[in-house]
């Protein structure tokens, strides 16, 4: 571990230029968006190891892609020099094809550095690099730190643990050489942060607004009839009285594409201190699908020193009842932001005596996560079983009664207990999962989501 008292001492070089981007709260003309990082001067850091004899070292961070087009203009990072010798780094926007090659689409020279003089071989430092011309990155491209590392040493950027599941790629591969490489080169760090962030400015109207995914709502008549109802809570990051978009993608109408039904709702504050609670009204009749509530008010998102996220700021909670000859029962699930949807989910599952379990999965296009492409089919496995291709052309689908003798999923059939595996068949999309274990004579639900593997 990498001691606090160390990276406080060397951090006052970035102090001073960013108290002034700090005291910014709203977007007024343009604001500084960042790619990669953030920095976590608060935090433990780590140094992870690599396989790579040689101290070459690619870090991707798949968590934080470019919300929108622009440049910039410089990088600021963390590392642990091991001895007094100097270190190539390199910088580079990237992005996924074919859901398996990395590719460099803009790149920095390679930039050497030395340890500051005065600082023990061990210690952290943050370093600031002006590029020699601004790097460049579109929607949904990531940020790749290439580190080429003294002889006989490992590269020392600092990672932290992170709240983001996606995390990041490492690899003992030269991306800033080879111009591409392969997944298969690159090992997943689930919930890591490299210590690398890219920062430019750009004018608030090219902003995508802040949207939470619920990946299933409706109005529809099954084993029992079901309704749902949206409530929102919002917090002090709302300037206002709260505004929601929300858009829900039908597949009762066509299942083999989603239908988009479209809304808007507003709810009430006092002040800009006071939270704002409201439920949706206009949800139209008879429908089934996910929902995407997008706040053109929200500002958090956007703080550069902000640490929440938007699921922390705001919360849509979807209440679906059942009303049945017995009385009225009813589950509930919470809208989810870009921290709760992967490449990969794991939705374990337990089945009773008299219950049944479904499993759910949604994707959309969210454009406030980088995620411009929805999923219209994933892959599913049970445990250690067989690949499953499951169609989604209405982009969410609902795999009933999992267990049972009519199962689309085989190898569950007569489990009690499992963990189904799904995963994208686009890597350019993410997709969210979830069990729902339902009583088969009160219908009662209890909704649960799976956990991001990557």
Aim: with cysteine; charged share 15%.
């Amino acid at each position: 571990m990498l001691r606090h008292s160390l990276r406080f001492a060397v951090a006052s070089v970035i102090c001073a230029a960013s108290l002034s981007i700090h005291a910014q709260t709203t977007c007024s003309g343009t604001r500084l968006l960042t790619v990669g990082g953030p920095l976590r001067l608060d935090l433990e850091g780590f140094l992870p190891g690599v396989a790579d004899s040689t101290g070459r070292m690619t870090v991707i961070d798949v968590s934080r892609p470019a919300l929108t087009r622009y440049a910039a203009p410089s990088v600021l990072f963390e590392y642990v020099f091991p001895d007094s010798r100097p270190i190539q780094i390199q910088f580079a926007a990237v992005q996924v094809d074919n859901g398996q090659t990395y590719r460099i689409i803009d790149q920095e020279p390679t930039y050497q550095i030395s340890p500051s003089t005065g600082v023990p071989a061990g210690n952290a430092e943050v370093r600031q690099i002006v590029f020699e011309h601004p790097l460049v990155f579109d929607s949904g491209q990531m940020l790749a730190t290439i580190v080429r590392a003294a002889s006989g040493t490992q590269p020392g950027l600092v990672f932290y643990n992170s709240s983001s599941p996606q995390g990041v790629l490492v690899g003992g591969v030269d991306l800033g050489q080879a111009g591409s490489a392969t997944l298969s080169n690159f090992t997943s760090v689930p919930r890591g942060a490299a210590a690398a962030v890219v920062q430019g400015t750009i004018d608030c109207a090219a902003i995508p607004a802040g949207e939470l995914f619920i990946p299933v709502v409706g109005d529809t008549q099954g084993l029992a009839h079901y309704s749902t109802d949206v409530s929102l809570y919002a917090g002090r990051s709302f300037a206002g009285p709260l505004t929601v978009n929300w858009t829900v993608r039908d597949r009762t109408r066509n299942p083999n594409s989603t239908t988009l039904i479209t809304g808007s709702a507003s709810t009430v504050s006092t002040s800009n201190s006071t939270d704002s609670v409201g439920t949706l009204s206009g949800l139209p009749p008879s429908y089934l699908g996910s929902m995407t509530l997008t706040f053109p008010g929200y500002n958090g998102r956007y703080k550069t020193n902000d640490t929440l996220r938007l699921s922390d700021d705001a919360i849509a909670t979807a209440r679906i009842t059942a009303r049945i000859l017995l009385g009225e029962t009813g589950s509930s699930i919470n809208g989810v932001s870009c921290e709760r949807i992967g490449h990969m989910i794991a939705v374990p599952f337990h089945v009773t005596a008299n219950h049944r379990v479904n499993v759910g999965i949604a994707s959309a296009q969210l454009n406030s996560c980088g995620i411009f492409k929805p999923s219209t089919a994933v892959v599913a496995r049970v445990n250690t079983g067989q690949d499953v291709i499951i169609a989604m052309p209405a982009e969410t689908i609902q795999l009933d009664n999992i267990t049972g003798a009519n199962s689309s999923l085989a190898d569950a059939v007569g489990l009690t207990d499992g963990v189904v595996y799904i995963t994208v068949t686009d890597e350019a999309s993410r997709i969210v999962a979830y069990s729902s274990l339902l009583d088969n004579t009160s219908q009662s639900a209890t909704l649960t989501y799976g956990t991001v593997v990557r």
